[in-house]
């Protein structure tokens, strides 16, 4: 299956602060060295950084039951993948994660420097953000040229689409090991800076909402409104 590497991912020091679940304006009045930090953190982390996505095109055949039926007897199953796949003539299931190496090098700091080790993984949550936008814009565009339109991206977790419901089924449609992306027992992929989608291709599609109005912290996250820009 199809493997994209030698993404340009462009992260600033706003998206490491908020990858770290903090708010960026207030940072710069109050905690200059932290925002001092998540610089030193793009400067030495981006390196480490190895973008890569896999993913598969596939065919919708029919929907029934909360199932999506697909080319080859394959399925999908969960009541938020019917409500939004429904109209879809084909879907793109994807893979992405940005590595190892960020993480092991966060693995060596943390024993002794806390703080930093926490804004290199600002970074990381940074960083595979930007490469999860990045190739959403790309299947877009494909739509496009095709005259055609995508859906929001769907994830694992989601509101009606579980982790342990969703995380097999992708895992089962991927060879996840051509990226080195594992799916253990408990449902969490290694490397930890690693996401899994699903998006709807199609000439029918209700295009409205956004992938924060399904995600399960939607009443608590504060950066709703606030994506890393990328360069595919």
Not at 54 to 60: D, G, H, N, S
Request: negative net charge; glycine residues 6%.
């Amino acid at each position: 299956m199809p493997v994209l590497r030698n993404w340009e991912l462009i992260i600033d020091a706003d998206q490491v602060l908020r990858g770290q679940g903090a708010d960026p304006a207030a940072i710069r009045q109050r905690s200059p060295k932290l925002l001092d930090l998540a610089e030193r953190a793009i400067e030495d982390g981006a390196p480490l950084l190895k973008p890569e996505l896999l993913y598969r095109w596939l065919k919708v055949d029919h929907v029934i039951h909360e199932r999506i039926k697909l080319e080859g007897g394959i399925e999908l199953r969960s009541k938020l993948l019917t409500e939004h796949l429904a109209p879809a003539s084909e879907v793109v299931v994807i893979l992405c994660t940005i590595g190892p190496y960020l993480e092991d090098m966060i693995s060596q700091v943390i024993k002794s420097d806390l703080v930093y080790a926490l804004a290199l993984d600002g970074l990381g949550s940074a960083g595979v953000e930007a490469l999860a936008n990045a190739a959403c814009r790309q299947f877009e565009l494909e739509a496009e040229e095709k005259h055609l339109e995508a859906t929001i991206p769907l994830s694992p977790g989601m509101i009606d689409w579980s982790v342990e419901e969703g995380q097999p089924q992708i895992f089962d449609l991927l060879p996840a090991e051509e990226i080195g992306v594992q799916l253990t027992p408990s449902w969490v992929m290694i490397p930890r800076k690693s996401l899994s989608m699903v998006m709807g291709i199609g000439d029918q599609l209700t295009l409205s909402g956004t992938t924060c109005d399904y995600c399960s912290m939607r009443e608590t996250c504060r950066y709703q409104d606030h994506y890393a820009p990328v360069v595919p």
